[in-house]
Nanobody, 116 residues
Framework: VQLQASGGGLVQAGGSLRLSCAAS????????LGWYRQAPGKERELVAI???????NYGDSVKGRFTISRDNTENTVNLQMNSLKPEDTAVYYC???????????WGQGTLVTVSS
């Protein structure tokens, strides 16, 4: 499984960024595809997940500001991040879990920096 993340960068507080994660699998074998993040000195935390059923799940700190959606392709999800805050600064990791499996696959990470 390969995960290709794109879209990180530097933005001012209140701004927006869009992340994309393209998987080498399709949703015929994917159970969920989404994003986690890790800030310096902190544990990795859930950002948003898109399930093959269409259901989504968000971390409490991003609810109402971030939206995850599935691209028209069979293997890409997009994360629209609005009203960004300095505390959103972190390395964002794409995550995939396949059907009938508890194994997590991770992308290489993309840095998001929000300046105050």
């Amino acid at each position: 499984v390969q995960l290709q993340a794109s879209g990180g960068g530097l933005v001012q507080a209140g701004g927006s960024l869009r992340l994309s994660c393209a998987a080498s699998e399709t949703f015929s074998t994917i159970n969920n595809l989404g994003w986690y993040r890790q800030a310096p000195g902190k544990e990795r935390e859930l950002v948003a997940i898109f399930f093959r059923s269409g259901r989504t799940n968000y971390g409490d700190s991003v609810k109402g500001r971030f939206t995850i959606s599935r691209d028209n392709t069979e293997n890409t999800v997009n994360l629209q991040m609005n009203s960004l805050k300095p505390e959103d600064t972190a390395v964002y990791y794409c995550n995939l879990r396949k059907i009938f499996s508890s194994r997590d696959y991770w992308g290489q990470g993309t840095l998001v920096t929000v300046s105050s």
